[in-house]
């Protein structure tokens, strides 16, 4: 059964730090593209960031660079989504998503049609 369950939301504090892990079954990880979005209430779903099928490639919304890393561990077929320097605005519901993508690259660019997406996980940022 293919499945993306997203796990490590939670509060954080202004400034604090949080990792969110992606665990995919059901499909070959190592074909796919994984990417994170993020959808605040009242607002349109954003793009965060996104790896590559090998991890050698990834991309970060400007909102986000330099305080998130993402990372792959295809061995467990997992992506991690690690959250420092955490703000307010990043207050949201987080998804992860998978595409198949047969290069070396990535995109969370809207028009990027993702296959396959989790339920989502809350990360409140908040004193």
Not at 16 to 36: E, K, N, P, V
Not at 65 to 76: V, W
Not at 92 to 119: K, R
């Amino acid at each position: 059964q293919l499945q993306l369950v997203e796990s490590g939301g939670g509060l954080a504090h202004p400034g604090g730090s949080l990792r969110l892990s992606c665990a995919a079954t059901g499909f070959t990880f190592d074909h796919y593209a994984i990417g994170w979005f993020r959808q605040a209430p009242g607002k349109e779903r954003e793009g965060v960031s996104c790896i590559s099928r090998s991890g050698g490639t990834t991309n970060y919304a400007n909102s986000v660079k330099g305080r998130f890393t993402i990372s792959r561990d295809n061995a467990k077929n997992t992506v991690y989504l690690q959250m420092n320097s955490l703000k307010p605005e990043d207050t949201a519901v987080y998804y992860c998503a998978a595409v198949l993508w047969g290069g070396l690259a990535c995109s969370v660019a809207a028009g990027i049609e993702y296959d396959y997406w989790g339920q989502g996980t809350q990360v409140t940022v908040s004193s």
